[in-house]
């Protein structure tokens, strides 16, 4: 059941990610960063339901909830996600916040998703002036 509706949910994110693509002019290889950032955002909030707002602490943890495509950018760390973040941990708030970004952002822009799962394309000096989050000391 919970694979369908992230299936819904990862269908609606593509329609609206479509139409914010197509109107920004961007190319095909953002727009699947996008997607996939945009489901990696939707499992991170289901796991903290599932877990009593416990924090992934590895991909591993967000797998069961990923499509491949979207795993496989995680697990090989083209996605920088930013794990053992809380909602609550997110003291700038979670719409201010950058939970996960595309490998290299900070040198030639590219894809961020923030913690409430708005996902954009941001420009290399804007990420630099953004709010990332930081994974708890231990």
């Known amino acids: 059941m919970r694979r369908r509706s ?8 593509f329609c609206l990610l479509s139409e914010v693509a197509a109107r920004a002019g961007m190319q095909d290889g953002q727009m699947a960063v996008m997607i996939d950032l945009k489901q990696i955002v939707v499992a991170y909030h289901a796991y903290l339901n599932d877990n009593q707002d416990s924090a992934p602490k590895k991909a591993s943890d967000l797998g069961p909830l990923l499509e491949k495509r979207a795993f496989a950018r995680l697990e090989s760390e083209a996605v920088v ?10 003291n700038e708030g979670a719409s201010n916040t950058i939970i996960a970004y595309e ?23 804007a990420f630099k002036k953004s709010i990332v989050a930081k994974a708890p000391e231990r």
């Open 6 to 13: 992230l299936g819904v949910s990862v269908v609606l994110c």
């Open 103 to 125: 490998k290299g952002v900070a040198e030639s822009g590219g894809v961020v998703a923030y913690g409430d799962g708005v996902v954009k394309k941001l420009s290399a000096d």
């Open 81 to 90: 996600f930013i794990y053992g973040v809380r909602v609550k941990d997110m």
